[in-house]
């Protein structure tokens, strides 16, 4: 999703399609080239069934964006085209900045951050509040909406992270206790069936 998303953006911010967006165009061109990076890290290491399904999606989000450059070149002109490619990737970018909801799921199901590391939660919060702004600091709702939604899910992962940080099993407390009344139990075993090694005079 953050393929497709960077891909579309990259699209939309160039001139003919959006004009006095080159930065968009530049910064998420870099990020299509990093994120095809790693897709294709994936694909390298990845067991044989997970490399087939990846793979498919790849060659999806690649047909997708070809569709849609293919359309607004050759049918549309003008504003239409900046419509239309600008309501593809808010779409699309309001879907990555949502791809995280599951992991935010788990966390809350589970009690626990593993699976959320805090620096990229930081960071989609960070970014996302960047682009926002400079949205409204344009005047580009196509920038402003979808990098808003990101900014207010990656607030939501922050709390989350501060919320569940400490807790690192799944029932919390209740599971420490009762490793903690395991322990004692096994302790008592172990002393109960020490060996009496006191000499027989000293038990006379």
Same mark, same amino acid.
């Given at each position: ?43 390298? !290491?990845?067991?044989?069934?997970? /490399? ?6 790849? @060659? !999806?989000?690649?047909?997708? !964006? ?13 504003? $239409?085209?900046?419509?239309? &490619? ?18 935010? $799921? ?22 996302? @509040? ?13 920038? @402003?909406?979808?990098?808003? &939604? ?6 939501? #992962? ?6 569940? /940080?400490?807790?690192? @099993? ?12 395991? #322990?004692?139990?096994?302790?008592? $075993? ?7 090694? #006191? ?6």
């Amino acid at each position: 999703m953050t393929l497709l998303n960077c891909l579309l953006s990259a699209w939309y911010g160039l001139p003919f399609v959006s004009p006095n967006n080159l930065l968009v165009s530049t910064i998420n061109g870099a990020g299509s080239a990093i994120e095809a990076v790693y897709v294709l890290i994936f694909l390298v !290491f990845a067991p044989k069934k997970e /490399r087939a399904r990846v793979a498919a999606l790849f @060659t !999806f989000v690649l047909s997708v !964006f070809a569709v849609i450059a293919l359309v607004s070149l050759l049918a549309l002109r003008d504003q $239409r085209r900046k419509l239309f &490619c600008g309501f593809a990737a808010a779409i699309f970018s309001i879907c990555m900045y949502a791809s995280p909801l599951s992991i935010m $799921r788990l966390v809350i199901k589970t009690k626990s951050v593993e699976y959320m590391p805090f620096l990229l939660s930081l960071f989609v919060f960070l970014c996302g @509040t960047s682009w926002f702004i400079y949205g409204l600091l344009g005047g580009d709702p196509f920038v @402003t909406v979808p990098n808003g &939604c990101g900014s207010a899910l990656g607030a939501i #992962q922050l709390i989350l992270y501060a919320i569940y /940080r400490n807790h690192t @099993t799944t029932d919390g407390g209740s599971e420490m206790n009762g490793q903690g009344h395991k #322990q004692l139990e096994d302790d008592s $075993r172990a002393t109960e069936k020490k060996p009496d090694h #006191q000499p027989i005079a000293d038990k006379v």
